[in-house]
């Protein structure tokens, strides 16, 4: 049973496409994270989102939005994609209440812009 | 806020040689520490975690790693590598006790195990 679960595994599109990837975790976790891993491998934290709150990294464009249907899902809506958003991103989530902020992260999507 | 610096980038090795992976952060407040290991193509999985108490932290697949706050580093150590520990180390740090829980990353170490 995967515990933290992303569609698509790969994205290939044109410049100035909107696009969605999907994230679901099983875990009964309360909160969960979007991460976008840069062809050097440099991890950066895009989104935080609970029950309470939606953490923005300020650094990131307002074209990348959240959306979270239920506590088990959240996804990340990109519209007008440039070619520097290619990159591989990663869905993660934790309990705030439990693991003590330990990671759990999906298996990644690889977007490639055209 | 704190930071986390990953010393090295790629760290090259031969098998069944021993290995260390350096970390050290920077923050004002106590600390939560892990290390992570991404495998190819895979997503982050923990490794291992330093939350209290002793100070020398025994993960999965043989790994461990020293908390030493004098010095704010949190290395991480195999007596023995395989070829399957060839993957990207990443080392992050929390706040502790109901702080920031948004963890900070360094920017990995992609160890590198050969024959």
């Known amino acids: 049973d995967t515990a933290v679960s992303q569609t698509p595994k790969y994205l290939v599109t044109q410049m100035g496409n909107d696009k969605s990837i999907k994230c679901e975790q099983n875990l009964g976790h309360d909160t969960m994270y979007w991460y976008k891993q840069d062809s050097k491998k440099f991890l950066k934290i895009m989104f935080s989102?609970?029950?309470?709150?939606?953490?923005i990294n300020e650094t990131v464009p307002n074209r990348f939005s959240p959306k979270s249907p239920d506590k088990a899902h959240l996804n990340l809506h990109i519209n007008s994609l440039e070619l520097g958003d290619s990159a591989v991103y990663f869905c993660?989530?934790?309990?705030?209440?439990?693991?003590?902020?330990?990671?759990?992260f999906g298996p990644g999507t690889r977007l490639t812009v055209l | 806020a704190q930071s986390v610096t990953q010393l090295d980038s790629q760290v090259p090795v031969f098998e069944e040689a021993p290995v260390e992976l350096r970390c050290n952060y920077s923050?004002?407040?106590?600390?939560?520490l892990f290390w992570y290991v991404q495998y190819p193509n895979q997503g982050l999985q923990l490794l291992l975690k330093y939350l209290s108490g002793s100070t020398l932290v025994k993960g999965i697949n043989g790994f461990e790693a020293e908390f030493n706050k004098s010095q704010t580093s949190f290395h991480l150590r195999k007596p023995s590598v395989h070829i399957s520990d060839t993957a990207e180390y990443f080392c992050a740090v929390t706040e502790a006790s109901g702080g920031s829980y948004i963890p900070t990353f360094g920017r990995g170490t992609s160890l590198i195990v050969h024959p």
């Open positions: 989102y609970n029950n309470k709150e939606l953490i």
């Open positions: 923050s004002s407040v106590s600390v939560y």
């Open positions: 993660a989530s934790s309990s705030l209440a439990g693991d003590t902020d330990t990671q759990y």
